[in-house]
């Protein structure tokens, strides 16, 4: 069974760091890539950064671009999520999920686009106090 795995999450004062992961299991292909999304209560769903297991090219947001960092260890078939300078309005549900068949991010139409990706993790809080 596939499963994507967040973890990392927690609460943490405005300024802070904080490193989520998505552990994959029973993946048996290794060209995917990783995007990672929040939610805030009320609000949609955000694309916030993607990465490719293949070539390791990223896209970001531009509200978190030069704050997050995401990268992939290929040998624990994990994808980090590292969030530095946060914010309150960083806060919400972060989920991480996988877009099958993808040698860089650039031959993903919107990375931002949650339509783009297959399959979703569970996600896991990010709680950025003021």
């Known amino acids: 069974e596939v499963q994507f795995v967040e973890s990392g999450g927690g609460l943490v004062q405005a300024g802070g760091s904080l490193r989520l992961s998505c552990a994959a299991s029973g993946v048996t292909f290794d060209d995917y890539a990783i995007g990672w999304f929040r939610q805030a209560p009320g609000k949609e769903r955000e694309g916030v950064s993607c990465i490719s297991r293949v070539d390791g090219s990223t896209y970001y947001a531009d509200s978190v671009k030069g704050r997050f960092t995401t990268s992939t260890d290929n040998a624990k078939n994990t994808v980090y999520l590292q969030m530095n300078s946060l914010k309150p309005e960083d806060t919400g549900v972060y989920y991480c999920?996988?877009?099958?068949?993808?040698?860089?991010?650039?031959?993903?139409?919107?990375?931002?686009?949650?339509?783009?990706?297959?399959?979703w993790g569970q996600g896991t809080q990010v709680t950025v106090s003021s």
């Open positions: 999920a996988v877009r099958w068949g993808i040698a860089a991010v650039t031959d993903i139409s919107n990375p931002q686009d949650e339509t783009e990706y297959d399959y």
